[in-house]
């Protein structure tokens, strides 16, 4: 009678007749979830950007402030004052407000040469609480203290008057455009940074929840 060799059972522990993980791990098997962490980092990104963005505004207005012509000694309608010229070199008479609507007669001399006055191109600034407008660009053919006299007819002068510097108009376009351009840029890429950052975090945390099959 042949020998009966006793029956082996092998039984798979938690793992599937195809080789892979059985159901019951294949929904315990998930994605590494990102922390909420990540959310106030993006958030402290976008902050410390436009942050930096007001930094580079302010300091560019400041810039701009200080690019503006400077005014010498203020004065009225009517008064004379001194004026310090160079011989060929241009100064420019404002007046304040710049809505002044009236025309100027100025009149003055350095070392008997007399002061020219000649239409200005249009310029107006703020500077401290008023806003002044170029109205005459004097010059003289010498070198010296000129005094000056401006008047207009009566009850159409302007409420102050000043001599200053021929606005620099290039270097106040320089430092507006680099302004607003570096200020626009680091806003933009402030945003776009913590919103990718929230974006990919959101994606990452909703994925971790889907079990892997």
Do not use: H
């Not at 302010?58 to 690019?67: H, I, L």
């Not at 005014?71 to 070199?89: I, K, S, Y």
């Amino acid at each position: 009678m042949p020998a009966v060799l006793p029956a082996v059972v092998v039984r798979s522990i938690g793992w599937g007749g195809a080789g892979g993980p059985a159901p019951g791990m294949m929904s315990a098997m998930t994605k590494a979830s990102p922390s909420r962490g990540w959310y106030a980092m993006a958030g402290v990104v976008t902050v410390l950007g436009l942050a930096g963005a007001m930094a580079v505004l302010v300091t560019g207005m400041r810039s701009w402030n200080d690019a503006l012509p400077d005014l010498g000694q203020t004065f009225r309608d009517g008064e004379t004052v001194p004026v310090e010229l160079r011989a060929g070199e241009k100064v420019i008479l404002y007046v304040s407000p710049e809505s002044a609507p009236a025309s100027f007669i100025c009149s003055g001399k350095v070392a008997d040469s007399p002061i020219s006055t000649t239409e200005a191109k249009t310029f107006t600034f703020f500077r401290g609480f008023e806003t002044w407008a170029a109205r005459y660009e004097l010059v003289a053919d010498a070198t010296g203290t000129a005094q000056l006299r401006c008047t207009a007819p009566t009850g159409l002068g302007a409420k102050m008057l000043a001599v200053g510097e021929v606005p620099d108009n290039g270097r106040l376009l320089r430092i507006m455009g680099t302004t607003f351009a570096i200020t626009a840029g680091a806003t933009v890429l402030s945003i776009v940074a913590g919103g990718l950052t929230v974006l990919f975090v959101w994606r990452r945390r909703r994925a971790s929840r889907t079990p892997v099959r």
